[in-house]
Each structure stands twice: as structure tokens, then as C-alpha cells.
């Protein structure tokens, strides 16, 4: 794929996709919600946050590999769920899931994706973990989570940080919001990109008919242009502490929970028992006045003391920002929008080729920092401002 391999970084599979992609689709993808503060402010902080060279150090051996939840992974890092892949590539997520596998990272599969989780366990290969929404309906969302159990996925993250939904008003504006609605804007949109309307669309409509939300409960598996999301039983806005006690009931493997920005959110769920917290403000996409998640990091990683896994997520572009997770305090950050760029671009061979560049940048600034190792990583590498650190 000739312009996948002129790719030499996260922003130029960005461009790619942008260029294949009908406007609609890259914007659901790309953007943040609102005035966009939000999605500045993760960038913003990962720029202005810096590392030091230290100098004379044999670096001949890095070594990228760590372990997260007692098993290795190749990367301190794993795919966030986004539930956007399938429509950026036919099948996407399958895809998605299939260059994880191969490069060696967890993927975490949305809620609401378009594969089905079933197609994914039984394709894709790799570490599989479930992203879940809490249902006003509670029992829709424990078919959901006994579905994902018998699938064999090894992890459940909760998503909690949704309130009432997102105000992105540009999808609003091109139509594509939820449930999808065709405009004159959105037809046009998609008639200019025949090649995605062919290989996605066009494979999508001779196979099932138009991409569905294949893990929502069979009665809400609509069409993406159906109603199930302004379902009143899907909304997410009865939740609380105690449902990560049912959560536990009925389901055996990790627990994560993933929106915390808050140190005593984050010691509410460690007393709960999870086994892990994902430091999120959902990429900047749902509350605009949030501040970046490294910002908020050291406190919550203070906060739960070493009783739970703590993951970041939010801004990651290069392999240095995941050297600044790991400074910060993280144990492995998530990646939304850098892998799903690969998957615009490319397909599999794209999110493939997202997950060598971070690699290959990983490795770079390893070498710079003089760390070899994963667990070697730590606060002395940043630049705190005075060189005293
Ligand atoms: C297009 C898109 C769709 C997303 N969908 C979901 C979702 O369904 N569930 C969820 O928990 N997070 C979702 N997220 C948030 C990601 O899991 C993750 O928190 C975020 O993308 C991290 O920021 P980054 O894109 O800057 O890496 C989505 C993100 C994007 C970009």
C-alpha cells in the first residue's frame, strides 16, 4: 500500500484518512467536542511535558516489552474501544483487533462497534477486552457483559465518564450523529468518496445490510440509522459505586474502569476492587473544560497507592508520550485515535503500521532517556524545571 509506506508518522495517517474518508466519518473520528479545549489540552500538556537526555549509557538492548495483568504485552500500551472502526473500514474492528494481535497489545472492543464480539474472539487472535456501558436497563447490560464472558474476553472496562452524552455539534451538523441521519450535505459527502463508499458501504450492504450495533442486546440491534441509542433503556445515567459490586458478581475477569480524573473517584473504585483505572477524559471528546489526563495522573496514581493498575489515555501521538505515561505514573497507556488513523488509512496494514511508528518512537526515546527497560521508566527522566530533580 504505497501510501501507507510514505507514512512516517501518527499525523501523516492521520492526512491519509482524512483523504479517504468521507468528512463526517474523519470528524466523528478525529475531533473532540465543543470548542475542542478539551482534546487541545491532552496535546498541550504531553507537549509541554519533557524528558532529558541522559547520556553514556549502553542502550544496545531496549527491550519495549512489559507485562499488565500477569501477562506480557509487546508495548506499555493497548487499543481503547472506539466505536468507529467499522465504519472507517469494513470490519474494522476485526482489523484493528488483528493488528494487535500481531504487534503483541491488548484490544478493547466498544460497546458499540459493528462487528460482533463473537466474529472478533473467534478471528482475530491476541488479548481481547470488552468496553461496557451501564444501561438505565441494567439486565441489557449483563447480557452484554455474559455474552462478552462466554466470548473468552480476558477484561471488562466499564466506561463511566458519558453523563448525558456528548454535545459534538459538528456531527450534528454533517449528520453524523446517533442514530445516523442522511442530509443533502452527508449524501454528497459520502458520493465523493466512491472508493470508501465501495469497500466499506458497498462490502456492508452485499453482506448483513447496513453496519448494525452487533453486541447491543438483540432487540436494540438496529441499524445505525435506527433509534437504539435514544432508547430511554440505554441511556447510561443511573450508575453509581455499587454497580461495579454487581459488575463483580457476574463477572470473573479484570475489571477496569476507565473515566476517572478524580483522586477520591479513583480510591472509591480501588475500595470497590477493581483491578484497574483508566485515567480518561475520553480524548477530549466529552466534557470540553476537562484538563488533560497527565495533568491529573500523579495525583490519582498517589491517590491508589499500588492497589489497582493504572492506565492513562488521552493524546497519545508519538512513542515519547507513552515514555511521559509511563514518567507520570502509568502502567500502560491506551491509544483511540492514533491506531483508528492507521485503520482510516489502511486497514489492518495501516493500524500495523500506527503501532510500528510508536514502537520505533518508543525505542528512539528510550535510548535517549537511557532506559532499556520498561520498568525502568520512572519521574527521573522528566524535566521538572529546575535541575535539582
Ligand atoms: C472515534 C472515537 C470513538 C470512541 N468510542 C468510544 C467508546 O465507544 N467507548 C469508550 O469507552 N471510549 C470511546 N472513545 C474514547 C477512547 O476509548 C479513548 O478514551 C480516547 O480515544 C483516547 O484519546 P486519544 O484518541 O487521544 O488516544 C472513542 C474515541 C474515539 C476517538
New binding site residues.
Partial sequence: MARIDSCYNIADLREVARRRLPRGVFQ???LGTEDMVA?RN?RAFIEQTKLLNQVLVDVSAIDTSTEIFGKPTSLPMAI?????AGLAWYEGELELAKAAAKAGVPF?L????NTAMEKIAGEAGGRLWF?L?MWRQKELSYEVVKRAKAAGFEAL?W?VDIGLGANREHNKRNGFNTPYKMNLKSAIDMMTHPEWMMSVMGRYMMNDGMPRHANYPPQFQRKITGKASQSKALRADQVSFDDIDRLRDIWPGKLII??IMRPDDAQKAVERGVDGI?V??????NMDSAPSTLEVLPGIVRAVGGRATVIV?????RGSDLVKCLALGAKLA?????T?YGIGAGGQAGAEKALAILKDELRRTMSYVGRSRIGDIDGDVLWRGDRSN
Avoid: E
Fill in positions: 466523528y473520528m478525529d482534546l491532552n481503547a474501544p472506539t466505536g468507529i478493547t466498544a460497546t458499540g462497534s468496553q456501558y472496562i466506561t476507565k473515566g483508566v480518561s477524559n475520553h480524548g477530549g471528546r489515555d488521552s493524546g497519545v501521538r491506551l491509544t483511540g485515535r492514533a483508528l
